[in-house]
Every structure is written in structure tokens, then in C-alpha cells.
């Protein structure tokens, strides 16, 4: 898979910091269960196939997921998402999670 960058200047940094510490504690707010469940249901092999094109979309949605001002609109944006693109940022987020984990954050998830 292309690389997919996190690029979160100043608040939304923050942001970023914020979602990934209650993932930490088990609470995931940006995604829906069912949309959790879906991207677990999927081999994450054919998800880490995509071009280019799909890294890109990817790069902006987390652009637009941390831009936007609140939860609600950042579950709508998550909503509006390609399957694909959506379960891949599931993967990611999950990802973080588990590197934080490893890392030794004391939160557990």
C-alpha cells in the first residue's frame, strides 16, 4: 500500500491526539459499531492494495474527518465515504490504537 500520511497541524493535531486517547479507553465516537464490524469482516490484504488515487482520498478525508467541528459532522463526512476508503480508516485508526498500545500508553482499549 502507498503511504498514508497524518498530517494534523495545531488543533487539529490535537484532535487527532484526543480521538486516539478515547480509543485508548475503548470509546471510538468518529465510527459507528456496524462500520467497526464491517471493516473487521474485510481481509485487510485486498484492502492495502489501492493506488494512489485512493491514498489520496484517503490523506483528505482524514483531512476533512479532523477539520470538521464537530462529532457530528465528522460521522456524517465518515458516512459519505467509499466503503473501501472508509473500512481502510478503520484500519488505520485501530492501528494507531494498537502502536500507542505497544508503545506502553497505560490506557487499554
Request: glycine share 6%; proline share 6%; net charge negative.
Amino acid at each position: 500500500m502507498n503511504t498514508v500520511y497524518i498530517n494534523a497541524p495545531g488543533d487539529n493535531m490535537i484532535r487527532f491526539q484526543y480521538m486516539i486517547e478515547l480509543g485508548l479507553r475503548g470509546i471510538h465516537p468518529v465510527f459507528e459499531p456496524e462500520e467497526i464490524r464491517s471493516a473487521f469482516d474485510r481481509n485487510i490484504e485486498d484492502l492495502a492494495n489501492v493506488g494512489p488515487g485512493t491514498v489520496s482520498e484517503i490523506n483528505e478525508a482524514i483531512r476533512n474527518i479532523l477539520q470538521a467541528p464537530d462529532l457530528e459532522s465528522q460521522r456524517d463526512l465518515i458516512q459519505e465515504l467509499d466503503n473501501d476508503v472508509r473500512d481502510i480508516l478503520v484500519h488505520l485508526y485501530f492501528q494507531v490504537i494498537d502502536r500507542n498500545l505497544i508503545e506502553g500508553n497505560p490506557s487499554k482499549h
